[in-house]
T-cell receptor, first 114, second 111 residues
């Protein structure tokens, strides 16, 4: 158990819908990262938050957004869903936003868009 | 964007054999990491490398950070059934914290 909690574990929704994925980081971790894992693109970085502020952005679609709340949990919002958005979405957290402190990954949310 | 070329894509080995996999990049990385992912789980960090030329072990696992900073390899000695999974290399550049992942090596250990 990495200490990073993601909910829900599985999500099935229809095209065009909007979903919210939730992540609770490890106790004391200020940085949260979101990654998408799909069969064709592999593991790709989406976005990072540090202590409530956006720190870095990767290949995140405009239909996707995220935020980190004062209690440090984070949510990834996916809207106008397409079949191609079906993937595993991982959250990871680390103690600080820099230095040699590596992130721990949650178990992921498997999103299926039908 | 940056890409990591990981090989081989899959490996079928007998229990007790040694395994080697590697990652190469056209870009320089200042950190190389190796992760293992099992079904239904997120990636778990195995080894972290922070200096060019660094050789680090974790039990039966050994990884090296290439001198050119553009490659890394992972060796697993005397494989056992619980080594089954997908192994990913990942790299980081500059002061950025996000990781670029390789495409993974699916390892199957036959009894």
């Amino acid at each position: 158990d990495s200490g990073v909690t993601q909910t829900p574990k599985h999500l099935i929704t229809a095209t065009g819908q909007r979903v919210t994925l939730r992540c609770s980081p490890r106790s004391g971790d200020l940085s949260v990262y979101w990654y998408q894992q799909s069969l064709d693109q592999g593991l790709q970085f989406l976005i990072q938050y540090y202590n409530g502020e956006e720190r870095a952005k990767g290949n995140i679609l405009e239909r996707f957004s995220a935020q980190q709340f004062p209690d440090l949990h984070s949510e990834l919002n996916l809207s106008s869903l397409e079949l191609g958005d079906s993937a595993l979405y991982f959250c990871a957290s680390s103690v600080v936003g820099q230095g040699n402190t590596e992130a721990f990954f949650g178990q992921g949310t498997r999103l299926t868009v039908v | 964007g940056q890409q990591l070329n990981q090989s081989p894509q899959s490996m079928f080995i007998q229990e007790g054999e040694d395994v080697s996999m590697n990652c190469t990049s056209s870009s320089i990385f200042n950190t190389w990491l190796w992760y293992k992912q099992e079904p239904g789980e997120g990636p778990v960090l195995l080894i972290a490398l922070y200096k060019a030329g660094e050789l680090t072990s974790n039990g039966r696992l050994t990884a090296q950070f290439g001198i050119t900073r553009k490659d890394s390899f992972l060796n697993i000695s005397a494989s056992i059934p619980s080594d089954v999974g997908i192994y990913f290399c990942a790299g980081r550049t500059g002061s950025a914290r996000q990781l670029t992942f390789g495409s993974g090596t699916q390892l199957t250990v036959l009894p």
